[in-house]
């Protein structure tokens, strides 16, 4: 059997994509550094009572494992210093699978972490992320959404 170049080349570039689509490391790296809380919407109970904030609401820096973050959502102020961590999982979304990455940080909240424009390996030197919060159905917790700017 006979194998060309073109095989080769071929089967090369395919496990090296798979091994890029099944790592974090590109959305690890770009959450590193700061991070300004420019606008904060919380929605209670249902859709129907909600608050929107915009402006300079905060800060959430990233020090390798680390996360200080300090910001005001509703006249409150949530700060804290936690250790975090970043999933990827795919997901169907129409005729394609998509990277849904979850932000975990401890002791805290869990949050959908929305890369930019959500394209593929948006991820990548981002500079902007939305973080959405999710509360269980036995909370009284808001659901939250946070953007972020680098």
């Known amino acids: ?5 073109f095989q080769i080349t071929l089967l090369v570039f395919l496990i090296v994509s798979a091994c890029k689509e099944d790592d974090t490391s ?11 809380v420019s606008e904060a919407i919380s929605i ?8 929107d904030e915009a402006g300079n609401l905060g800060q959430f820096i ?4 680390t996360l200080r973050f300090e ?9 804290g210093i936690e250790r975090w961590r970043l999933q990827r ?3 169907n979304q129409g005729f394609f699978r998509v990277n849904v990455f979850t932000l975990i940080i401890e002791n805290y909240k869990t ?8 394209t593929r390996n948006s991820e990548e030197d981002a500079t902007d992320i939305t973080l959405r919060h999710e ?8 659901r939250v959404v946070l953007s972020l700017e680098k």
Do not use: H
């Open 1 to 5: 059997m006979k194998i060309t170049l």
């Open 26 to 36: 590109q959305g690890v790296d770009s959450l590193q550094g700061v991070w300004q």
């Open 44 to 51: 209670y109970d249902n859709s129907e009572d909600r608050v």
């Open 62 to 65: 990233f020090d390798g494992d």
């Open 71 to 79: 910001y005001i959502r509703n006249d409150t102020l949530y700060q």
């Open 89 to 91: 999982s795919r997901e």
């Open 111 to 118: 949050f959908i972490c929305e890369f930019g424009n959500q």
């Open 135 to 142: 509360p269980k159905e036995d909370s009284s917790d808001a």
